[in-house]
């Protein structure tokens, strides 16, 4: 076992047992460990103890409105993309209790009612998601004003990223510039070879949990063959999007008959909204005890699809699909950018794979752009 | 793609930014059929000292296990320590409010968004053109101009109203009036005692002569009537820089986080309520946008 802990920006090679040590570690120093593992027919994020509850042999064939696992020839640790969560599960829960407020002499106190964040280490972080997670950022961190709770989990979460040598049939990372390597902020990076990981060092952080892992510098050979694994990820993926100035492209387009045309498959069930890693809004709901004495104040998340969304006294703003459908994807690839300086979209194509009816975004920009 | 957005403050330092702190309500005036004007203070004291508002803005007012509700300060900004907010019973949360009297106690938290650039219009004349309960998020302008009347050259209101008993602040109009504020109202539906307009306010602009070098015009009042604001003030050559728009969206958390009030690039809780024209214009009509 060497001495020191390897330096940020080093390459270094474990054996692929080897990550259990890493996971050790991470537990060791106080973190819950949540990761990929299998659920009811899918690959989910879920609290893990190691590298058991991996969905080791597994893999994920995706297409719009279709989601199967099979089982690999191999044994590969990641050999799938991915599923239907997304880490936004944990920086920003689907229900939190925002605050309390209790009855007193006519009056009434308020409690601050953030639960303390746990530490979370997220173990098989994409480049997409990674790129999901700094987008969510800019949407809770990067205002005036910002979401304390989502400040608490995110400043505490450890990433161990995986680059994807794999695409999915519904992935466009590369389209989007999001992957199939993770770009920055992790704290470690595996690459999955044959019978190694190649691991990156991101942080002092993520240097300090290898400590107790038997790794070696990276050879040159692997990490080739590292490098030709991701380019050849880059050539395979399952759809592509011309992004060029897909702001005007659809601000100019506000009354394409195509919005008319995805309005009759779209149920505006939400989904998309559901499993998108970017997707952030929130609805207020208020619950009261049965005495009415204490009351709390609830975030859960919302869609840009469901009816009352847009409502404003005398009806709702958004009462057709078409409209729910434009607002969803002009936000997402153009006023996005005006937001938060930064597309909506990263590819993951997660909207395209849990949509009912198979609506593929790609398909619907390509359309309105006029090339099908 | 918005070039006139203004960066909202928040002088309330908020631990959260959706606390809300409890506030006594001090008077309840009638001013219409189901619309009243409520006073209300911030029970702590600190809060009350520091708490200040800028025309147009608005607070999130609060009624425990029923929910909050965007409410447009409507009182005089230089006096922050009693805050007025005009409203109307229209949803669950201000038909609660309905039912409150006066010492009890709301949450409020604010305030929001951007407000009337009243800086930026020193030395304008100012055409107030509103309908309804629009006058409401206005009221704060006229008495900002009452206070520095030198400051602003012509003051028009055109004001309208479904029929006369649904006029808002009649007992200022006088004041105001004689402070050098010309009021031109109409109504919708007269009574025997209307003596007054019948038709729509943008009809009002018939009435004026207004210098398109000077003037600005702030609006606020249901989207079909500013809709045609906008048409009677591009018409008299007021361009589009000067047209300020007061624009309704479901704001929900205030803040931008909740993603409710989105109207094209802009969260109208945070980068509106007020717009001018030339930002919204690529969105504004759009149907169902």
Request: aromatic residues 10%; hydrophobic residues 40%.
């Amino acid at each position: 076992m060497p001495e020191l802990t390897p330096t940020i920006g080093a390459f270094v090679s474990i054996e692929k047992g080897r990550l259990q040590n890493v996971m050790d570690a991470l537990k060791a120093a106080g973190y819950t460990l949540v990761g990929p593992t299998l659920d009811e027919g899918a690959i989910v994020y879920d609290e893990i103890e190691g590298v058991a509850d991996l969905p080791r042999g597994w893999t994920d064939r995706q297409e719009p409105a279709s989601y199967r696992l099979q089982r690999r020839e191999d044994d590969a640790y990641f050999g799938y993309v991915v599923g239907p969560h997304s880490w936004k599960k944990f920086l920003l829960p689907p229900r939190r209790t925002l605050m309390r407020v209790v009855k007193k002499e006519g009056a009434f106190v308020v409690v601050d009612e953030e639960e303390p964040a746990p530490r979370y280490a997220f173990i098989g972080v994409r480049g997409c998601e990674m790129q999901a997670i700094h987008i969510q950022d800019r949407v809770f961190l990067g205002g005036p004003y910002q979401d304390p709770g989502y400040r608490a989990r995110r400043q505490q979460a450890f990433v161990l990223a995986v680059n994807c040598t794999e695409p999915g049939g519904t992935c466009f990372c590369a389209s989007m510039g999001t992957g199939p390597e993770v770009g920055l902020g992790y704290d470690l990076a595996l690459t999955e070879l044959d019978d190694i990981f190649i691991v990156e060092i991101g942080s002092e952080l993520g240097a300090t949990m290898m400590r107790e892992t038997d790794w070696r510098p990276a050879g040159a050979f692997e990490l080739q063959q590292a490098r030709d694994a991701l380019a050849e990820a880059r050539r395979n993926m399952g759809r592509q999007l011309d992004t060029t100035d897909l702001p005007n492209l659809l601000y100019k387009n506000l009354e394409h008959a195509r919005w008319d045309q995805v309005a009759d498959r779209c149920l505006s069930c939400g989904n998309c909204t559901m499993v998108c890693p970017t997707c952030f809004c929130q609805d207020v709901l208020d619950v009261s005890d049965l005495k009415g004495e204490t009351f709390e104040r609830v975030w859960v998340w919302d869609s840009c699809f469901s009816i009352d969304y847009s409502h404003v006294h005398g009806g709702n703003i958004r009462p057709h699909t078409r409209a729910r459908y434009r607002q969803w994807l002009t936000h997402k690839f153009a006023s996005w950018i005006d937001q938060f300086g930064v597309i909506g979209c990263v590819g993951c194509g997660r909207c395209i794979t849990w949509c009912p009816v198979g609506i593929d975004v790609t398909e619907e920009i390509d359309a309105i752009r006029g090339e099908v | 793609m918005l070039n006139t957005m203004t960066t909202p403050t928040a002088p309330v330092p908020h631990p959260g930014p959706m606390l809300t702190f409890p506030a006594r309500i001090l008077e309840i005036k009638e001013e219409a059929y189901a619309i009243a004007t409520y006073q209300i203070a911030f029970e702590s004291e600190a809060v009350r000292k520091t708490y200040r508002f800028r025309p147009g803005q608005f607070n999130m007012l609060y009624l425990p296990g029923i929910g909050e509700v965007p409410i447009s300060m409507s009182s005089d900004p230089a006096e922050s320590e009693v805050i007025g907010h005009t409203i109307r019973y229209a949803g669950n949360v201000t038909r609660a409010i309905s039912r409150l009297q006066t010492g009890d106690v709301i949450g409020v938290r604010g305030p929001y968004g951007s407000y009337w650039p009243m800086e930026r219009l020193i030395g304008d004349d100012l055409c107030i053109v509103t309908g309804g309960i629009g006058l409401a998020p206005l009221r704060p302008v006229i008495y900002h101009v009452l206070r520095h009347r030198e400051q602003y050259g012509r003051v028009y209101l055109l004001y309208g109203a479904r029929t006369p008993k649904d006029m808002l602040y009649t007992d200022e109009y006088e004041a105001w009036k004689q402070q050098g504020i010309q009021i031109l109202l109409t109504v919708d539906r007269a009574d025997p005692s209307w003596r007054g307009n019948v038709g729509v306010v943008p009809m009002l602009f018939y009435q004026l002569r207004l210098d398109p070098k000077k003037t600005a015009v702030l609006t606020c009042g249901p989207e079909i009537m500013i809709h045609f604001v906008i048409y009677e003030a591009l018409a008299r050559r007021i361009s589009k820089e000067r047209i300020y728009v007061s624009m309704e969206r479901n704001m929900k958390c205030g803040v931008g986080l909740c993603g409710h009030c989105q109207f094209g690039p802009a969260f109208v809780c945070k980068e509106g309520p007020v717009f001018a024209y030339a930002a919204i214009e690529p969105f504004f009509g759009v149907e169902e946008f």
